[in-house]
Antibody, heavy 127, light 113 residues
Framework: QVQLVQSGAEVKKPGASVMVSCKASGYTFTRYDINWVRQATGQGLEWMGWMNPNSGNTGYAQKFQGRVTMTRNTSIRTAYMELSGLTSEDTAVYYC????????????????????WGQGTTVTVSS | DIVMTQSPDSLAVSLGERATINCKSSQSVLYSSNNKNYLAWYQQKPGQPPKLLIDWASTRQSGVPDRFSGGGSGADFTLTISSLQAEDVAVYYCQQYYGIPLTFGGGTKVEIK
């Protein structure tokens, strides 16, 4: 079945970097963008950025510009999100999320909502 | 950025009663040429990722019970649970996918009264 399986929980020290992986199965990997969304404990959902696995093109939320890098390895159907310069404010659950890629005539971001989410990866930043 | 504002922050509804959640966007997410609203609703239960309930503002996903319905257009939207069931206890989020950055409402926690 269609699923996104993320890497396990991470504990990092302030100033370090973390890389979270997201392995796709059950669908054509290159047809769907991978977006990353995070959620601090008890808080709402915060969009971090998107990556098109076909082209490798990316777009990041301004808040994370310069600190986040989204990449992929199409041969193993896996997307990656690396966040650097960690602080305690980055402690959260990080989700990868699939949205059908769109590059049509209508000037909108996507045609559909997020239909598949990873299970989430807890990243804890603590000294 | 399109700011999404949900209300209320939480609501408690008796089993079998109606629950209504509101979502306003800071600009229209309706593309007039195709009359489509680029607005989704998600349900999130504790310890789980969000689940897509509705997109296009009113199109239920396969398998979503018909007690869930989405309405509205332009910049004002609602999610209605017509007859609340115990399994509907969750936090509900609206999200616009009209523009980048994608943005979410702050969430509405639905509980049983």
């Amino acid at each position: 079945q269609v699923q996104l399986v993320q890497s396990g929980a991470e504990v990092k020290k302030p100033g370090a970097s973390v890389m979270v992986s997201c392995k796709a199965s059950g669908y054509t990997f290159t047809r769907y963008d991978i977006n990353w969304v995070r959620q601090a404990t008890g808080q709402g959902l915060e969009w971090m950025g998107w990556m098109n696995p076909n082209s490798g093109n990316t777009g990041y939320a301004q808040k994370f510009q310069g600190r986040v890098t989204m990449t992929r390895n199409t041969s193993i159907r896996t997307a990656y999100m690396e966040l650097s310069g960690l602080t305690s404010e980055d402690t959260a659950v990080y989700y990868c999320a699939r949205i059908e890629a769109y590059d049509g005539a209508i000037p909108v971001a996507y045609q559909y909502g997020v239909d598949v989410w990873g299970q989430g990866t807890t990243v804890t930043v603590s000294s | 950025d399109i700011v999404m504002t949900q209300s209320p922050d939480s609501l408690a509804v008796s089993l079998g009663e109606r629950a209504t959640i509101n979502c306003k966007s800071s600009q229209s997410v309706l593309y007039s040429s195709n009359n489509k609203n680029y607005l989704a609703w998600y349900q999130q239960k504790p310890g789980q990722p969000p689940k897509l309930l509705i997109d296009w503002a009113s199109t239920r996903q396969s398998g979503v019970p018909d007690r869930f319905s989405g309405g509205g257009s332009g910049a004002d939207f609602t999610l209605t649970i017509s007859s609340l069931q115990a399994e509907d206890v969750a936090v509900y989020y609206c999200q616009q996918y009209y523009g980048i950055p994608l943005t979410f409402g702050g969430g509405t926690k639905v509980e049983i009264k």
